[in-house]
């Protein structure tokens, strides 16, 4: 894993693919894509409509960096539902001021 550096007020892509255990892509359910800072307090409203980038599993959400971001390791936390089950993937990033 490689944890990336922003600094405030960055521009930030989160992309994920999403298949099943069978390898076929699918749509969930719903999204929720929810960005946390350094002490793990949310940070702005989770984000329910990421950009569908190809009608194959394959979506996209952007962030802004806050520009009063706190230094140090922020997660987003990508969680979808099918069928009643969730699944959540984290991804790490760094920021600077």
């Known amino acids: 894993m490689t944890l990336t550096i922003h600094i405030r007020g960055d521009n930030l892509q989160c992309d994920l693919h999403i298949e099943g255990y069978d390898d076929v892509a699918y749509d969930p359910d719903s ?51 099918i069928a009643g089950v969730n699944h959540s993937e984290d991804a790490w990033f760094e920021v600077k001021p």
Do not use: C, K, M, V
Request: hydrophobic share 25%.
């Open 31 to 81: 999204h929720s894509i929810q960005l946390y800072n350094p002490t793990g307090a949310t940070s702005g409203s989770a984000e329910t409509s990421p950009t569908d980038e190809s009608g194959d599993g394959n979506f996209s959400q952007e962030f802004t960096i806050p520009a009063d971001a706190e230094p140090g390791n922020w997660r987003i936390r990508w969680t979808t539902t």
